[in-house]
């Protein structure tokens, strides 16, 4: 092979879409290791010149249990809905997900915005981005689980389905990256989206379990409230490690199902505006 016949089969031809807009998903595996040093630069980023460093990701769920504990589970007098579970590992497991979620919604909806010089100086799939965001939250999430795990060793809590929990943890991922897509498409033509996310984020907050246990919901309102991803994940975290007293109920297949169409709503969305973020961002 010559010199000309090299550069050929080494040229990429970017031409625009039209109609339905492929996913070409099969590009996130060839750009795998892109994903890797974005997530590894955000972490780095984020903890650079610290004084406690990662200790701020157990100090934060743990203090805000705490605070939840007391007012809402001692002078709330708010029941764990949990066998043998005190308030405090309850309101710990429904911030566990909700952390992870929270993150990776408010990160990835402001990714494609934070990484304009790479966006408009080398292409690569822009997919790499937001999933990027996403995946460094991930680390945060391990950590914040170790926490959980000694708390619940200390109170004596065995956690009764573990092999269901990395259904869970997809399932919140896909929920965040779906919104996220959405948001961070959004963002990079109206920039006052990002003034909306966290208002979003805190609205959010309390239309999930977090606090409060889902059997507070009427029976009769539970499948329009399964439409909140977040209700079927947290629901699904306490089942599978504090042994709920109930089962979880066919709503949270309503999850489920809210969770596939986020994500695929938002990958079509994605892909079909990231022709123009080049020229607006």
């Not at 010199?3 to 109609?19: F, K, L, N, Y």
Request: net charge positive; aromatic share 16%; charged share 15%.
């Amino acid at each position: 092979m010559n010199e000309q016949q090299a550069a050929d089969a080494a040229s990429v031809v970017i031409r625009p879409t039209s109609g339905w807009v492929p996913l070409r998903l099969g590009d996130l595996w060839r750009y795998r290791e892109l994903i890797y040093f974005l997530a590894w630069r955000d972490l780095k980023v984020r903890y650079k010149q610290t004084v406690i460093g990662v200790a701020w990701v157990v100090l934060q769920p743990l203090l805000i249990a705490l605070v939840f504990a007391l007012f809402f589970g001692y002078l709330g007098n708010i029941p764990a809905d949990s066998r043998n579970a005190p308030y405090v590992v309850f309101a710990f497991c429904g911030l566990l997900p909700w952390q992870l979620f929270a993150y990776a919604l408010t990160h990835s909806s402001n990714s494609v915005v934070a990484s304009e010089r790479l966006v408009t100086k080398v292409y690569f799939p822009r997919l790499v981005i937001p999933i990027a965001a996403v995946a460094s939250g991930f680390v945060d999430f391990v950590l914040v689980s170790i926490v959980l795990a000694c708390m619940m060793v200390y109170f004596g809590i065995a956690p009764h389905r573990v092999w269901a929990v990395p259904l869970f943890v997809a399932m919140e991922l896909a929920a965040a990256l779906g919104v996220g897509l959405w948001l961070s498409a959004l963002n990079v033509r109206y920039r006052d989206v990002r003034h909306t996310i966290p208002f979003l984020t805190q609205l959010w907050f309390f239309l999930s379990p977090v606090v409060y246990p889902s059997t507070f919901i009427p029976a009769e309102w539970r499948y329009l409230y399964g439409l909140n991803p977040m209700a079927g994940v947290i629901r699904g975290f306490r089942w599978a490690l504090l042994g709920k007293s109930q089962a979880l109920g066919p709503w949270i297949w309503v999850s489920a199902a809210m969770t596939i169409v986020l994500l695929i709503s938002g990958l079509y969305y994605f892909r079909r505006m990231e022709k123009t973020f080049a020229d607006v961002v």
